[in-house]
């Protein structure tokens, strides 16, 4: 078979890029004026952004859980950091192997229940990936020591955390695709998750002289930063860090494409660019995640693929989609065309990426009705110093309305068309009762449908 018709009829890699702790609106495209990141922009500008898109438990370890099952934490039982997520239940893995591709995780894991750097993560731990290298867990982006990838000897990486692991995973894949015939590999999904920009906030050296670098009297605070002095002097100290530990992670997205291009997959390879949750930095006087904000909750989701709509291999542009962490799983696993198992839970939104004539959109299941909404979940209370001390759940609906109760009470209702820095709470106003019962429904199905458990409000 001639090397173009294996490339017709072979079904599409697809990588995940991931960071951690990268919020939504810290990006180019997204108009944030503290950061450069033009590689990422790109993959905005010629694929599918999901600019609805959430972190239903905005915490390291669920999210982790709910994106490798497509379960809810209390449905997988990954409910708070640290977490581990039982081996015995199935992950994206399996479906991916039971097609033929090659599985390959590189980086931060964090779901073996350890939020120590010196823990280590048995291979019995790690989702079943064929090819595994990484990490539980880590603080120090100076230092970071792996396991895995054929040596089970903890062993330091050379230079910045986000620089050294995309040098594994892009090695890997060489190793990978140049080891058959060409277009003759069998396909892939690879993960490549990194730890910045997750605090403490320090940038790799150098930053300053790619441009990327802030002085804190430079940079604009959101609206929703309070006027209060330490707050903002903290947070200005922050974000610059921040913002250059994102140019970073935009660099190596560059470095990624690049290497799919030196191989000749980069047309045959989804790219699906997103965060495990966003950062506070200070909005409403709130630090890191667990928040149910829209710092803290709304990630960046962005599908993409060389030639895009030019090539009649996806749609471009924007949905409105209410994507949650559960319907990342599926909705990847439809990008090739293999349907979800029965054990996931959320919704396949590749119908909204696959274009019209790719035979792969045939296979997939486009749901007659999409979920209006999208379930928040706290579940455990959590106190750490700048973030919420209680328990609470929550909806964002498609329309943009969100409320979040704590438990038997109403906390917050907010109209995000018109109030985006959620400085206009309407929980407690009667002008705005029809549109809290509307979301307190949406919630209260939610928690049934699911099997959750939590006190809503007496009225509920």
């Not at 991916?96 to 939020?115: C, D, I, M, P, Q």
């Not at 277009?183 to 441009?211: E, K």
């Not at 002085?215 to 200005?236: D, E, F, H, Y």
Request: glycine share 10%.
């Amino acid at each position: 078979m001639s090397d173009s018709a294996t490339r017709a009829n072979r079904r599409p890699n697809v990588i995940w890029i991931f960071g951690d702790q990268h919020r939504a609106q810290c990006l180019g495209y997204r108009g944030d004026p503290n950061v450069r990141t033009p590689n990422i922009d790109n993959l905005a500008r010629n694929g599918m952004r999901f600019d609805n898109a959430v972190a239903g438990a905005p915490w390291c370890c669920p999210f982790r859980g709910a994106l490798l099952t497509g379960q809810y934490p209390h449905q997988n039982g990954v409910r708070q950091t640290p977490g581990a997520l039982d081996p015995a239940i199935p992950t994206i893995v399996a479906p991916f192997r039971e097609a033929g591709y090659h599985t390959a995780y590189v980086g931060k894991w964090h779901l073996s229940g350890s939020n120590s750097s010196e823990h280590t993560v048995p291979p019995d731990c790690r989702g079943g990936f064929d090819y595994w290298l990484g990490y539980e867990n880590n603080n120090n982006q100076n230092e970071v020591h792996v396991v895995g990838g054929g040596d089970e000897t903890p062993r330091r990486l050379d230079g910045y955390e986000t620089d050294a692991l995309t040098d594994c995973f892009l090695e890997h894949l060489r190793d990978h695709v140049g080891s058959g015939e060409a277009g003759d590999y069998a396909p892939f999904f690879a993960v490549l998750s990194v730890q910045p920009p997750h605090s403490p906030y320090v940038p790799p050296t150098g930053c300053a002289a790619r441009g990327g670098s802030l002085n804190p009297a430079g940079v604009q605070l959101r609206p929703n930063v309070p006027p209060v002095p330490w707050i903002q002097k903290k947070a200005a100290l922050d974000v610059c860090g921040y913002a250059a530990m994102v140019e970073n992670l935009d660099e190596n997205v560059g470095r990624i494409r690049e290497g799919l291009r030196q191989l000749g997959v980069d047309g045959d390879t989804w790219i699906v660019f997103f965060s495990d949750h966003g950062d506070m930095l200070g909005s409403h006087g709130q630090w890191e995640k667990s928040s149910p904000w829209e710092e803290s909750i709304r990630i960046p989701f962005i599908v993409s693929r060389l030639g895009g709509a030019e090539r009649g291999r996806m749609r471009t542009g924007e949905t409105d989609a209410v994507l949650n962490h559960v319907d990342i799983a599926p909705t990847t696993l439809g990008l090739c065309g293999i349907r979800p198992p029965a054990s996931m839970r959320g919704h396949s939104y590749a119908h909204r990426c696959l274009h019209p004539s790719d035979p792969l959109k045939a296979a997939t299941d486009e749901p007659p009705t999409e979920p209006e909404s999208a379930f928040l979940q706290q579940i455990p209370r959590k106190f750490h110093p700048h973030s919420v001390n209680k328990a609470w759940r929550g909806v964002v609906t498609r329309d943009g309305w969100k409320l979040v109760c704590q438990p038997g009470q109403d906390w917050l209702l907010h109209n995000l068309n018109e109030d985006p820095y959620e400085l206009a709470n309407y929980a407690h106003d009667n002008a705005f009762a029809s549109q809290r019962k509307r979301c307190l429904g949406l919630l209260m199905d939610w928690i049934e449908q699911t099997g959750d458990e939590f006190p809503l409000p007496a009225d509920a």
